[in-house]
């Protein structure tokens, strides 16, 4: 008997210690998975991200770090804390293990390349992570499509815009191009195409930025894109220009600050030359037209002002010159049938302002007094018309009884009325 209840009362007490056990076992594996559901376990060794700057700078902020690449180039990557500071990524705060994210461990995975430039074909990759828009609109640009055809040196995002050093170009309430960056856009572009930009600056609009600082003025980037730069050689682009130039050519607040005209547009669509290219351009804009477009007549990079005594289009000497480039045959006074894009006033063309007055009242006119004449016409023959059948009817109704009364049928009394009216 006594047997038997220290047995119970050891099966008891092995029972409560196995549910003590169950019970903290089921405990800790529902906070675990709790605490993974709230908050992932840090890896600090593992992730890239749980990496500051200040850990990557204790080396890479040292001047003179280098890289061997295998033809024996030394890959620099020293990064100058302030220039990234300074930055437009470093000014939002973003770490550099953003960018270089196969880097979560030191030693570093071992990395090589055949030249310095294979190094950054390779590198500059790391841009699409967060600017995929920008870097899909890119493929399809001439740089994009020169570097597909093996062109090394073809720009890429770093050319640029550098690696660590990317500058802000646009302010970030109105979302407009800061000011100093339409200096930098020509400067920068100048690194491959330094003969443009040489005429460029010497131009009416490149000599307005860089020596006043004038915003108004375009840049490259106005006229050939941001990113999907087209190539400028191809026939679509040749008839698209007018457009492009008539971008600031037709802002009236723009142009009224320096007195230019703003029907440059109107004035050459309505012309022959840019009524053909307008035409070319809708239907087939990849077809080649012989009909001059703007940069024909004032030069591409190294436009003039009109009124300049070597090239401005305002003098009838330098006007002849480019319209004998079309016409070879043209004479001293084949230039004073341009109006200059200015539509006919009293002030500019007088006597082409008074002409096409007189064709403003002459021409409706005409055409009104022709009309009224047609109508009276129409109106007479209506008339003259109208008696003759209604006599027809008349004499029609006086013989249908009398037909009737001849083959024996007695005329109703509504025909003999009429007959006898």
């Keep these: 008997m006594i047997f038997h209840r220290q047995s119970r009362r050891y099966t008891l007490l092995a029972a409560g210690v196995l549910f003590i056990l169950a019970f903290i076992a089921v405990s800790q594996v529902t906070l675990a998975g709790l605490s993974f559901q709230i908050e992932p376990a840090a890896t600090p060794t593992l992730s890239p991200l749980s990496i500051g700057n ?39 705060g973003y770490a550099c293990v953003q960018c270089h994210r196969s880097v979560g461990e ?13 190094a950054s074909l390779d590198l500059y990759q790391a841009c699409r992570g967060c600017h995929e828009q920008q ?41 407009e191009l800061l000011v100093d960056a339409h200096v930098w856009i020509p400067q920068t572009c100048a690194q491959c195409h330094s003969a443009i930009y040489e005429k460029y600056q010497e131009s009416v609009h490149g000599s307005a930025l860089i020596e006043a600082g004038n915003p108004d003025v375009p840049t490259c980037i106005d006229c050939h894109g941001v990113h999907n730069i087209e190539d400028p050689t191809v026939a679509s682009f040749r008839l698209k220009s007018p457009q492009i130039c008539s971008k600031c050519h037709t802002d009236e607040e723009r142009m009224a600050k320096y007195g230019l005209s703003t029907d440059v547009l109107n004035t050459y669509v309505a012309d022959f030359h ?16 012989n009909k001059p477009v703007c940069y024909d007549c004032h030069s591409i990079h190294d436009i003039k002002a009109t009124d ?17 480039l079309c016409h070879p045959d043209a004479t001293i006074n084949f230039p004073d049938s341009w ?17 096409n007055q007189f064709y403003k009242f002459f021409i409706p006119g005409v055409v009104g007094s022709m009309v009224i004449l047609v109508a009276l016409d129409l109106n007479k023959r209506a008339r003259t018309r109208y008696p003759k059948i209604r006599k027809m009817e008349v004499t029609q109704e006086q013989v249908e009884p009398q037909q009737a009364e001849s083959a024996g049928e007695p005329a109703s009394e509504e025909d003999q009325h009429g007959s006898l009216s």
């Design 308 to 324: 300049d005594p070597e090239r401005g289009l305002q003098v009838k000497e330098n006007l002849l010159i480019r319209c004998q």
């Design 135 to 175: 870097y899909a609109l890119a493929q399809d640009s001439v740089h994009s499509r020169a570097l597909a055809e093996g062109k090394r040196e073809t720009a890429i995002c770093t050319d640029c815009h550098t690696a660590h050093a990317v500058r802000p170009l646009k302010d970030r309430t109105t979302g």
């Design 54 to 92: 200040e850990t990557c700078l204790e080396c890479h902020g040292q001047p003179g770090l280098t890289m061997p690449m295998e033809n024996g180039d030394l890959l620099e990557v020293y990064v100058n804390p302030d220039d990234y500071n300074n930055s437009i990524h470093g000014e939002l």
């Design 339 to 355: 109006l200059s894009h200015y539509i006919p006033s009293l002030e500019h063309n007088p006597v082409v302002y008074y002409v």
């Design 274 to 289: 840019g009524t053909t290219v307008t035409l070319f351009e809708k239907i087939t804009p990849d077809a080649e037209t």
């Design 106 to 118: 030191y030693p570093h995975p071992a990395y090589s390349a055949s030249d310095l430039r294979a």
